[in-house]
């Protein structure tokens, strides 16, 4: 792959933490990193998480906390858009605060709008807000009665459609459902696994990361429900996909697949994987001795732009 940038959530042990070695420094890695040809590598604490950007010499240009990341755009200008765990903010390079909105609910999606209003799916509220550009809610769509909480798997990813309808994971059901805009459902898909990340594609099929709760993996499915495309542990030697997370759909065709190995399965696969087309793996990271987990990552070419293609994410 050539030089790029990505923007990742990343999960690691310091050299403070229990059972990590002391050498676990960002000199350190920086240095292991080269010896082993890895292009990728960062630090931070597993305890608080961080989101950071990782050039390709190995150095961390810009991290900024992130209790509990799973969503992150960037944004003009080089800042990046992404959930805290129980909010979302958008910080400059210069580490200024742009935007911030604070919940009490669980928060795993985030999204700037065209309108440059900001959108949030609250998990355990079933909420799903337009915010303004000062945090106030501007829209509330409410997937569930106000005193009965959907609990911490009830959401995970979720995105806003052009038509201007919702794209829902349902993780704890195991389902994705589209919702208009009064609330109504349009549209269901029954997933083999818990779907974490979702997008509508420019053919008008649905991209789903399946998590745990099932079968761990990526599909695509019709507007009538049939599966036309499925890259499972069945497809992939040494079955490496344990929790998939998220993806960006590179502009060669291929998927970049964020494999998130928490759950009692730390140092057991790789944390990212590009898969083509005919489910062969052309590219992976893998650096246990520095990462614990990757939650979510977005690939960047030149500049502050994302690769260019569908970029679906």
């Not at 990728?40 to 961080?50: L, P, R």
Request: glycine share 12%; proline share 6%; charged share 15%.
């Amino acid at each position: 792959m050539p030089p790029i940038h990505y923007y990742a959530d990343l999960h690691i042990h310091s050299h403070y933490s229990r059972a990590t070695s002391p050498s676990c420094t960002p000199e350190s890695v920086f240095r292991w990193a080269q010896l082993k040809g890895v292009g990728v590598c960062g630090t931070g604490d597993c305890t608080s998480g961080k989101v950071c950007v990782v050039e390709a010499d190995g150095k961390v240009s810009w991290e900024q906390k992130a209790p509990n990341c799973n969503d992150l755009w960037i944004q003009p200008g080089g800042s990046i858009l992404f959930s805290t765990g129980h909010g979302a903010k958008e910080v400059a390079k210069d580490g200024k605060v742009l935007f911030e909105y604070k919940s009490t609910a669980e928060i795993y999606a985030v999204q700037r709008l065209a309108n440059g209003n900001t959108f949030v799916g609250e998990c355990t509220t079933g909420r799903l807000l337009e915010l303004a550009p000062n945090g106030s809610v501007v829209k509330e769509v409410r997937l569930l009665p106000a005193d009965k909480p959907g609990g911490h798997a009830y959401i995970r990813n979720v995105r806003v459609l052009k038509n201007g309808n919702f794209l829902v994971a349902h993780y704890g059901g195991r389902y994705v459902a589209e919702y208009a805009p009064d609330g109504s459902v349009v549209w269901t898909f029954k997933t083999p696994g818990g779907p974490h990340s979702v997008a509508r594609l420019a053919n008008g099929n649905t991209l789903i990361a399946c998590g745990g709760n099932g079968t761990p993996c990526l599909i695509e499915v019709t507007p009538e429900g049939k599966t036309v495309w499925q890259l499972s542990n069945q497809d992939l030697p040494g079955a490496p996909l344990k929790f998939l997370t998220g993806f960006h759909k590179l502009p060669n065709g291929n998927v970049l697949l964020s494999n998130w190995v928490g759950h009692g399965k730390f140092g057991t696969a790789p944390h990212l994987l590009e898969v083509t087309p005919d489910k062969r793996v052309v590219w992976s990271f893998n650096d246990h001795a520095t990462f614990k987990t990757v939650a979510t990552v977005q690939v960047f070419g030149d500049g502050d732009a994302p690769l260019s293609g569908e970029g679906v994410h």
